[in-house]
């Protein structure tokens, strides 16, 4: 099975061409500057030189993207955007428009200011480096990606909460990190980024199935690729992706999930959050407690096995050394020989069991 994944988060986009047929060290892979970085510095240039912009496209990650365009506000510019690009800044549209955005369908009369297109996943130029490099790619049978989506949030609702929410539901229907990857015809309406992504692949990809993944699943799924997790697969797991933006916990036992945490890595010291990780897997937890203040809250769908009953504590991510010379002893995945596979191996796994791979 071929299979192209593509990572995308907040530092980097991580590509594997993984192919069945070789040996997984073989199969071609790049490390790349995450999109909404470089879309970050187009909106800088335009915004420097044009009093208005207007931002339509695809929805794409916020982060620095998103950073850049409220900067542009405060700047004194004026922002147009189209729906679809504005969820890229908050997926309710009436919280959009309250930081002095307008939502257009196109650009007003008598405009006179930069467009742009946002589009995180235009994989024409990969593509034509992958075949220079002399990889077939008309015989893929999948694409796929991973993207973080907060979720759309109801009125009066945090975000950061809504996203734990869509993933608790989820889970409760089934409790293995593989649910959380969607075939582009069944990614819920509630997930724009998402939603914005499956079309993205379809569009250039019409003869290959295509997925679609949150980047933290996507991560832990990843995790059980490397040896030594695998190995322990079946007893009792604390798998974490310390990433650039965000850091997941999740607690597993016998490939389930019991537990899920989740916060800003930027506010978590190293010790303070081992502490706080003992406490969760000994079920001590609550998603009120002031130690989860700002990040994106916690939740149990069972009874964990206690920080004593682990069989591994495995830490993933670019920032995963903040964890290093804490009480915790871990282990730092790699699989495929490479931690920085550890999202589109998590992609690999998502495809081959949905369509028997």
């Given amino acids: 099975m071929k299979i192209l994944a593509v990572d995308i988060g907040v530092g980097t986009q991580d590509m594997l061409l993984y192919d069945s047929r070789r040996e997984l060290e073989n199969c071609s892979r790049l490390i790349l ?28 990650g916020g982060g620095p993207f998103s950073r850049a365009v409220k900067r542009a506000l405060a700047a004194g510019r004026k922002v147009y955007m189209t729906p679809e690009a504005a969820r890229s800044i908050r997926n309710n549209l009436a919280d959009v428009a309250s930081l002095g955005i307008t939502i257009a369908d196109a650009p007003p009369p008598g405009f006179g200011g930069e467009k742009l297109a946002p589009d995180e996943l235009d994989l024409r130029p990969l593509c034509d480096f992958l075949r220079l490099a002399g990889e077939d790619l008309a015989d893929l049978d999948a694409v796929a990606a991973a993207v973080q989506d907060h979720g759309a949030y109801r009125a009066g609702e945090s975000n950061r909460k809504a996203r734990l929410r869509h993933m608790r539901e989820a889970l409760l229907e089934d409790p293995r990190p593989l649910a959380l990857a969607y075939p582009a015809d069944e990614v819920p309406e509630a997930f724009p980024r998402m939603l914005s992504a499956a079309r993205r692949l379809r569009e250039q990809f019409p003869s290959s199935r295509a997925l679609v993944m949150d980047t933290s699943p996507a991560a832990v799924a990843g995790c059980l690729a490397d040896t030594r997790v695998a190995e322990r697969a079946a007893g009792n797991l604390l798998l974490v992706n310390a990433g650039n933006g965000h850091t997941l916990a999740c607690i597993l036992s016998g490939g389930r999930v019991v537990g899920l945490l989740e916060h800003h890595t ?29 990040g994106h809250g916690l939740f149990y769908l069972g009874e964990p096995p206690g920080m004593a009953n682990l069989d591994l504590v495995a830490v993933t991510g670019p920032r995963r050394n903040f964890l290093q010379g804490t009480a915790l002893d871990v282990y730092h995945p790699a699989p495929g020989g490479d931690m920085m596979m550890t999202g ?8 081959r069991d949905r369509w028997n791979g």
Avoid at 38 to 56: C, H, I, K, T
Avoid at 344 to 351: K, R, S
């Fill in 344 to 351: 589109p191996l998590g992609l690999v796994a998502a495809v």
């Fill in 33 to 60: 500057p995450s999109p909404t970085r470089l879309l970050s510095s187009r909106v800088e240039r335009a915004a420097a030189g044009a009093e208005e912009l207007f931002l339509s496209g695809h929805t794409v």
């Fill in 266 to 294: 930027k506010r978590l010291e190293g010790g303070a959050f081992a502490s706080y990780l003992e406490r969760f897997c000994d079920g001590e937890a609550r998603d009120e407690d002031p130690f989860m203040a700002g």
